[in-house]
């Protein structure tokens, strides 16, 4: 019943940005956190940054004070601001969403289907 919908991905040079956007539809009573992974070639998928219901938000090292993650409550969508891109950026960028689909509060996670995002000169 919980479908996310990715958008932003593509090609971009070093040094550029990129927004990616995930909004979340379906039945669902709450989403407690979402956040984006990351996943390149030959290499372990990884959480890039994550936000919670109450705006508490977490980046790894390699991201800090180049990305912003933020989250609109009311439409059920996520956001990754990305800036000042690095070749070691590249990757599948997967968003996730952690929800309760009802009153149980029970959470479960969903992901999306990924979107491509390169980082080339």
């Known amino acids: 019943q919980v479908q996310l919908a990715e958008s932003g991905g593509g090609l971009v040079q070093p040094g550029g940005s990129l927004r990616l956007s995930c909004a979340a539809s379906?039945?669902?009573?709450?989403?407690?956190?979402m956040g984006w992974y990351r996943q390149a070639p030959g290499k372990e998928r990884e959480v890039v940054a994550s936000i919670t219901s109450r705006d508490s938000t977490k980046y790894i090292d390699s991201v800090k004070d180049r990305f912003t993650i933020s989250m609109d409550n009311a439409k059920r969508t996520v956001y990754l601001q990305m800036n000042s891109l690095k070749p070691e950026d590249t990757g599948v960028y997967y968003c996730?969403?952690?929800?309760?689909?009802?009153?149980?509060?029970?959470?479960?996670?969903?992901w999306g289907q990924g979107t491509q995002v390169t980082v080339s000169s």
């Open positions: 996730k969403a952690s929800a309760a689909v009802d009153m149980t509060l029970i959470e479960y996670d969903y």
């Open positions: 379906g039945t669902m009573f709450s989403i407690e956190n």
